[in-house]
């Protein structure tokens, strides 16, 4: 079956620069839309970003003109590459992705997330 991992989180002080990665493996045909959640402590998981298998891509408010998301199709993976970044971007930050398996049916996959920690 599929997994997704996430990397790339860390602690960065306010100001600073994170990139996220997240590599889907297993039996895997396609990988369709990706996105990436977060989820801060007492708050409900949203959605921050997505992009879809030909590139498009939409972002959360909150951080639009801060936050990139890519994908490289060859290598399986969606990256975050967050730029100035605030405290209130503190969060556990989550890849999903929608993907054809090899079976050719389709389902939703989590990682298990990736804890980024911006301090003052």
């Known amino acids: 079956q599929v997994q997704l991992v996430e990397s790339g989180g860390g602690l960065v002080q306010a100001g600073g620069s994170l990139r996220l990665s997240c590599v889907a493996s297993g039996s895997i045909f396609r990988v369709n839309d990706m996105d990436w959640y977060r989820q801060a402590p007492g708050k409900q998981r949203e959605l921050v970003a997505t992009i879809t298998s030909a590139g498009s891509t939409n972002y959360a408010d909150s951080v639009k003109g801060r936050f990139t998301i890519s994908r490289d199709n060859t290598k399986n993976t969606v990256y975050l590459q967050m730029n100035s970044l605030e405290p209130e971007d503190t969060a556990v930050y989550y890849c999903?992705?929608?993907?054809?398996?090899?079976?050719?049916?389709?389902?939703?996959?989590w990682g298990k997330g990736t804890l980024v920690t911006v301090s003052t």
């Open positions: 999903h992705a929608h993907i054809n398996l090899v079976s050719r049916s389709t389902t939703d996959y």
